[in-house]
Nanobody
Framework: QVALQESGGGSVQTGGSLRLSCKAY????????MGWFRQRPGEEREGVAN???????YYSDAVKGRFTISRDNAANTVYLQMDSVEPGDTAMYFC?????????????????WGQGTQVTVAS
């Protein structure tokens, strides 16, 4: 059974940094398209970044140049380094893994979702 456990959310000042972690169980991150979505207050969920099994990375325009997705295959963990954060980055962030159909984002279809971790950026 697949489980994704996020951590690292919290409050941060504008311009600051935060690193989110996602520990995956039941699937190998090295062989799975992994990613991050977010849901801002009152809005639909949106894809933020993903990393494919071959290493190709995609970022949404909203975070390109500020966020970095990476993975540690030995730890079966995916990270989202968030730098130069802005109030518009305030959202619930979800770790996602491909499989079982689901939501399409940047050539991957994500059917496995974590519970989410809240990020709040203070102005």
């Amino acid at each position: 059974q697949v489980a994704l456990q996020e951590s690292g959310g919290g409050s941060v000042q504008t311009g600051g940094s935060l690193r989110l972690s996602c520990k995956a169980y039941g699937l190998p991150t090295s062989q799975t398209c992994m990613g991050w979505f977010r849901q801002r207050p009152g809005e639909e969920r949106e894809g933020v970044a993903n990393i494919k099994s071959g290493g190709t990375i995609y970022y949404s325009d909203a975070v390109k140049g500020r966020f970095t997705i990476s993975r540690d295959n030995a730890a079966n963990t995916v990270y989202l380094q968030m730098d130069s954060v802005e109030p518009g980055d305030t959202a619930m962030y979800f770790c996602v893994a491909a499989g079982g159909g689901g939501t399409y984002f940047a050539n991957c279809r994500f059917g496995n979702w974590g519970q989410g971790t809240q990020v709040t950026v203070a102005s």
